[in-house]
Nanobody, 115 residues
Framework: QVQLVESGGGLVQPGGSLRLSCAAT????????VSWFRQAPGKQRDMVAS???????NYADSVKGRFTISRDNAKNTVYLQMNSLEPEDTAVYYC?????????WGQGTQVTVSS
């Protein structure tokens, strides 16, 4: 069983930065594919960035060059560094862990980009 807790969201001005954290319990987390998704009001939930257990990364085109995903297996935590934030980045951000057929989601953290 894996439990995920996201943190680090908040209100930031356009051009600002935030770092989200996804802290996990469970021994399989370090071997999992971990992804950040986001969902804006009235829109579908979309993948933003993902990282494999070997730290291979993948990004949505809309965030390439602005967001960086990383993991610290010693802390059982995955991070999403978000720079040059835009109003279009406003959404609830969710962390997902996928290991085999086992899929877990966090509760989400709100990110609001507004002046």
């Amino acid at each position: 069983q894996v439990q995920l807790v996201e943190s680090g969201g908040g209100l930031v001005q356009p051009g600002g930065s935030l770092r989200l954290s996804c802290a996990a319990t469970g021994s399989t987390f370090r071997f999992a594919l971990v992804s950040w998704f986001r969902q804006a009001p009235g829109k579908q939930r979309d993948m933003v960035a993902s990282i494999t257990y070997t730290s291979t990364t993948n990004y949505a085109d809309s965030v390439k060059g602005r967001f960086t995903i990383s993991r610290d297996n010693a802390k059982n935590t995955v991070y999403l560094q978000m720079n040059s934030l835009e109003p279009e980045d406003t959404a609830v951000y969710y962390c997902r862990s996928l290991f085999g057929r086992n899929e877990y989601w966090g509760q989400g953290t709100q990110v609001t980009v507004s002046s």
